[in-house]
Antibody, heavy 124, light 110 residues
Framework: EVQLVESGGGLVQPGGSLRLSCAAS????????MGWVRQAPGKGLEWVSA????????YYADSAKGRFSISRDDSKSTLYLQVNSLRAEDTAVFYC?????????????????WGQGILVTVSS | QSALTQPASVSGSPGQSITISCTGT?????????VSWYQQHPGKAPKLMIY???NRPSGVSNRFSGSKSGNTASLTISGLQAEDEADYYC??????????FGGGTKLTVL
């Protein structure tokens, strides 16, 4: 059974940083691209970032470029999202998601499994 | 990249069919066969319902179907059931090598 469990969220002051983690199990993690999608309270889904199966390619939404960094450690079956220079509008539930293949040279265009999400609150 | 356009809400009675539209541009929905649909119940994670315009993942009811014409994709749910009440989001690949979601549609089963 595929399981994705996010951690690392919480309350952070504007300008602060967090590293979100996503522990994956139930599949061979290195064979699949992964991504992050966020959802502000009461709002819709917003794609944030994705990384290919071997970590060779990374992709970012304009809102994440320069402030967020996606990475993976397949030896630990864990996906990360480093979020820096946080603003109030970054307050959201961040979902980790698994893609359908390794997507070594292209952005994966859908996610077939999602974690339960982790809340990041940016406030002073 | 602007969000794809979905109706804020749709409703239907049990047993009826409803269709949710998702309108983009030739740079996203109209340019690729890479539209997907997700169902989200309150407080829960999104669930993939349709991928690549019209394909259903294993385990998703055949009451759910997808299609596309030009810059507009559609999700049709036939034989509405109470458990279908949820938020639905479309998503598309874009020419900027990003993904874009729709604003979401709240489905109410009357």
């Amino acid at each position: 059974e595929v399981q994705l469990v996010e951690s690392g969220g919480g309350l952070v002051q504007p300008g602060g940083s967090l590293r979100l983690s996503c522990a994956a199990s139930g599949f061979t993690v290195s064979d699949y691209a992964m991504g992050w999608v966020r959802q502000a309270p009461g709002k819709g889904l917003e794609w944030v970032s994705a990384i290919s199966g071997r970590g060779t390619s990374t992709y970012y939404a304009d809102s994440a470029k320069g402030r967020f960094s996606i990475s993976r450690d397949d030896s630990k079956s864990t996906l990360y999202l480093q979020v820096n220079s946080l603003r109030a509008e970054d307050t959201a539930v961040f979902y980790c998601a698994k893609s359908y293949d390794s997507s070594d040279f292209y952005l994966p265009h859908y996610f077939d499994y999602w974690g339960q999400g982790i809340l990041v609150t940016v406030s002073s | 990249q602007s969000a794809l356009t979905q109706p804020a809400s749709v409703s239907g009675s049990p047993g009826q069919s409803i269709t949710i539209s998702c309108t983009g541009t030739s740079s996203d929905v109209g340019g690729y066969k890479y539209v997907s649909w997700y169902q989200q119940h309150p407080g829960k994670a999104p669930k993939l319902m349709i991928y690549d315009v019209s394909n259903r993942p294993s385990g998703v009811s055949n009451r759910f179907s997808g299609s596309k014409s030009g810059n507009t994709a559609s999700l049709t749910i036939s034989g509405l059931q109470a458990e279908d009440e949820a938020d639905y989001y479309c998503s598309s690949y874009t020419s900027s090598t990003t993904l874009v979601f729709g604003g979401g549609t709240k489905l109410t089963v009357l």
